[in-house]
């Protein structure tokens, strides 16, 4: 869906309210997925559109700016961006160029929305230990309950260590374990998960975390990633 909104952008505009109309349609449908508390792939995928546009905007200003002033076009960075290599007439440069300002104004708008969901989930999850941590291990164990689909589920996590310009960080990775309805559960869900880990899990005294939640928001789509955030956070704390 984001490239599509990108293709706009690449080509003269043919008739520019229609090229903003579809351009909200389509930014409509992320607020319809934040609407119903679905945030991932598609609050990346806005932050990579909106990326996009400040880089257009950028490289392209000057070459609107030398136009606006009869000049000759400009050569940014050695060559010229790809947008305008397929643009020659000036009022395409200008049509375009003020259809990115217009359009980074709108993403910007329908960011602000999956942001503002984002941390209403994020300031209702508290990840925690289940067990006290004797060592610090790159895998463990990590308990989850979906109340969206009633079940609890277990995590199997390895947290590898990896260098970005010479600052050393972790990243994550998880793997389901066993999940069980929790229906099945009793009253304390670190006890359950507990019980699962020790019957299904391979590994041994390693770290087990749980998440705190008591949201009944969709799993895949939001619980589950901005969980798994808040918990590298607390691994590359360590």
Known sequence: ????????FQSPVEDNELTQYKILAK???YNEKFRKYKLFPELLQLYHID????SLYVKYQPYNESLSKGMKTPVIDGQKA????RVTDSSDVKEIFELISWAMLH?????EEGIAVYEFVHDNIKIEPAL???SKKNEGYFIIPDYHNNLLRIFEYSSPRYSLKKKSSKSLKTKLLIQISLSEVGSSVVSAGIKLIERYGQMKDVP???C???????FKETVLPIAKSILLGKLNER
Not at 1 to 8: E, G, P, R, T, V
Not at 51 to 54: A, D, F, W
Not at 107 to 111: F, R
């Open 1 to 8: 869906m984001y490239k599509s909104i990108l293709n706009f």
């Open 212 to 218: 705190e939640t008591i949201l009944d928001l969709p």
């Open 132 to 134: 006290p941590i004797r």
């Open 27 to 29: 930014l409509n449908e």
């Open 107 to 111: 993403v910007q708008t329908t960011m």
């Open 208 to 210: 087990v975390y749980v």
């Open 51 to 54: 990326n996009m546009l400040r």
């Open 82 to 85: 790809d947008v305008v290599n």
